[in-house]
């Protein structure tokens, strides 16, 4: 958790910027994350690319998606997918929404995303699709009435992924960086599956392995040494060295040692196998 709100939208408007220099976000798409000690609050970029945001182009709402101090610059139109989606979910913490190429064939089909290799099982099980035809009929395909966030809320349910037919999709994580991994490996997860469909077979991960392996993946080494690459390449494309801070902050992260675990027990069965006796 940031110690400061300062720190705070440091550290989303990178998010944006990493998810962009991922080439998943281009010039639509947001990140927003609750409130660290108001969770009827959360906060998200102003109208602006997500390759260009900055800290100080973040702002605060409450869960009805009101600016907490009025705006002199636009805000996303679509910022009640987020506060729906918070008020539906206490567990999520942060919301990607985006139109990611790799996800678009999988959202206008209707074909469904399932997770087919290990890193791709962040994704959590097979992602349910919300339509906006079911309850709205003709829209222009924005979300952006109250009763339009709850309604797509309500298809992601207990879910990470969640498609919009024709749209795109919402991701969420119980934090912003859970998220940034989370939203990046189910858009290689699609791209994967789409190129194992043109070959003519795609062979899901097991409901058991799904879950192990998300876990796996989940965990803060993995996350930390993914988040250290992803800042490292983005600061390298803004022209920043390895002294910048961020990348300084993300190494150290990436150090961390990883909890203790008993000899021959593992993180998911806390049971170690007994070796069977040979005589």
Request: aromatic share 6%.
């Amino acid at each position: 958790m940031p110690d400061s709100i300062a720190e705070l939208r440091r550290d989303l408007s990178e998010a944006y910027r990493i998810v962009a220099n991922e080439g998943i976000l281009d010039a639509f798409g947001h990140i927003s994350l609750r409130h660290p000690t108001n969770p009827q609050r959360y906060f998200l970029s102003r109208s602006r690319a997500p390759a260009l945001v900055q800290p100080d182009d973040i702002l605060e709402y409450d869960l009805d998606s009101n600016p907490i101090v009025p705006p002199v610059v636009r805000p996303y139109s679509e910022r009640v997918i987020h506060g729906e989606i918070f008020k539906a979910r206490p567990d999520v913490n942060s919301v990607c929404h985006h139109h990611g190429p790799s996800i678009m064939p999988f959202a206008i089909s209707g074909v469904p995303m399932v997770p087919i290799y290990h890193l791709g099982a962040a994704m959590g099980q097979s992602a349910p699709f919300w339509d906006s035809r079911d309850e709205f009929g003709d829209t222009n395909l924005l979300v952006v009435k109250p009763e339009e966030g709850a309604s797509l809320a309500r298809a992601l349910a207990h879910h990470s992924v969640v498609l919009m037919r024709r749209h795109g999709a919402t991701i969420v994580g119980g934090n912003l960086r859970e998220l940034v991994f989370r939203t990046i490996y189910s858009a290689r997860n699609a791209e994967y599956q789409l190129a194992a469909h043109m070959l003519g077979h795609v062979s899901p991960l097991t409901p058991g392995e799904a879950k192990m392996a998300g876990g796996l993946n989940l965990a803060p080494g993995p996350v930390g040494r993914a988040y250290e690459y992803w800042v490292r390449a983005l600061a390298e494309r803004e022209g920043r060295g390895a002294d910048d801070p961020s990348v300084r902050r993300a190494e150290a992260a990436a150090r961390l040692p990883a909890p203790s675990q008993p000899a021959g027990k593992s993180p998911k069965s806390g049971t170690a196998k007994k070796k069977r006796r040979t005589s």
